[in-house]
């Protein structure tokens, strides 16, 4: 079927669409009356809801707390008894507990403190209280490394106060190699899915996240490489270690014959160009095959 013909035969549903999609950004419930019930504890009006949660709950504010414990950067909206207004789980008093993978805090810090977080669906602010409790070593874990272990990277190792996450790195990554995206066009576009109208001031995290990207490239080339598993550590590379091979390059024993060198003059032939053009080497060796670099 060609597009044409599927946007014929979508065509006639194009008012049904266009309702649920209101339906969608609005609110199926009466919730202008002021007399909807929490959907959880059915206990509590409701005011708040999640838009990132599937089927968008209308909840009260401690309920919508308790659910999103772990998952302090989804994007919630609160009505104001007129319409919903963007706000976040900051807004509502949510505070993320650091340094622990299970079970409770012993020796939290006294004050939350808070953190600027980049995600892909938004920059906002979350409030973390840090651990305090020490090590086998009687140690402090420091707080870039609580932070980092919640897969938020730091800026900054002394007293961080802005972070990404690892999945919105990744996300650039891969969009610089497909789409040859910019980091500054990529920061922007952030910008605009936190705010697209202008009228709220979201935080400009650009040059952090320069900062974080150089150093996550190099992370991520070191783990590929298999360095962390290294007993010498990063530290004992040599230089050249870390570059890729390019396969269409002559390696002798494996795309060329070892011998190579010793190959007849009348089926060995290299020709240059002008160095201000590409290099091209057109070697006849391996079944005297032409192989253009």
């Given at each position: 079927m060609?597009?044409?013909?599927?946007?014929?035969?979508w065509?006639?549903?194009?008012?049904d669409?266009?309702?649920?999609?209101?339906?969608?950004?609005?609110?199926?419930?009466?919730?202008?009356?002021?007399?909807?019930?929490c959907?959880i504890?059915t206990e509590?009006?409701?005011t708040v809801?999640c838009?990132d949660?599937?089927r968008?709950?209308?909840?009260?504010?401690?309920?919508?707390?308790?659910?999103?414990?772990?998952?302090p950067?989804?994007?919630?909206?609160?009505?104001?008894?007129a319409k919903?207004?963007?706000?976040?789980?900051?807004?509502?008093?949510?505070?993320?507990?650091?340094?622990?993978?299970?079970g409770?805090?012993?020796?939290p810090a006294?004050?939350?403190?808070?953190?600027i977080?980049?995600h892909?669906?938004?920059?906002?602010a979350?409030?973390?209280r840090f651990?305090?409790c020490l090590?086998?070593?009687?140690?402090?874990m420091?707080?870039w490394?609580?932070?980092?272990?919640?897969g938020w990277?730091?800026a900054?190792?002394?007293s961080p106060a802005?972070?990404?996450?690892?999945?919105l790195?990744?996300?650039?990554?891969?969009?610089s190699?497909?789409?040859k995206?910019?980091?500054?066009?990529?920061?922007?576009?952030?910008e605009?899915?936190?705010?697209?109208?202008g009228g709220?001031?979201?935080?400009d995290?650009?040059?952090q996240?320069?900062?974080t990207?150089?150093?996550?490239?190099?992370?991520?080339?070191?783990?590929r490489?298999?360095r962390?598993?290294?007993?010498?550590?990063?530290?004992?590379?040599?230089?050249?270690?870390?570059?890729?091979?390019?396969?269409?390059?002559?390696h002798?024993?494996?795309?060329?014959?070892?011998?190579?060198?010793?190959?007849?003059?009348d089926?060995?032939s290299v020709?240059y160009?002008?160095p201000?053009t590409?290099?091209?080497?057109?070697?006849?060796?391996?079944?005297?095959t032409p192989c253009?670099l």
């Open positions: 060609s597009t044409q013909s599927k946007l014929l035969e065509l006639p549903f194009r008012a669409f266009l309702d649920e999609l209101l339906r969608f950004e609005g609110c199926e419930e009466y919730i202008e009356d002021g007399n909807v019930l959907s504890c509590n009006f409701t809801r838009r949660c599937a968008r709950p209308l909840c009260c504010e401690s309920c919508l707390r308790t659910r999103h414990a772990d998952m950067l989804h994007r919630i909206e609160k009505w104001d008894g919903f207004l963007q706000c976040s789980l900051r807004d509502i008093g949510l505070i993320v507990q650091l340094g622990h993978d299970r409770t805090c012993a020796h006294e004050q939350p403190r808070r953190i977080v980049g892909t669906s938004g920059v906002q979350v409030s973390v651990c305090e090590d086998d070593n009687c140690h402090f420091p707080e490394c609580q932070l980092f272990r919640f990277f730091p900054s190792t002394h802005t972070t990404f996450t690892f999945d790195l990744n996300t650039f990554q891969e969009l190699f497909q789409g995206t910019n980091l500054f066009d990529f920061w922007r576009t952030i605009h899915i936190t705010d697209n109208s709220h001031d979201v935080f995290c650009y040059k996240l320069s900062h990207m150089r150093i996550w490239h190099h992370l991520v080339m070191l783990k490489f298999g962390a598993h290294d007993p010498a550590g990063p530290d004992a590379m040599k230089p050249g270690e870390l570059v890729v091979e390019c396969p269409a390059c002559p002798p024993g494996r795309n060329i014959l070892p011998d190579w060198e010793a190959a007849p003059p089926v060995k020709s160009f002008k201000s590409n290099i091209t080497n057109d070697v006849l060796l391996d079944g005297y253009s």
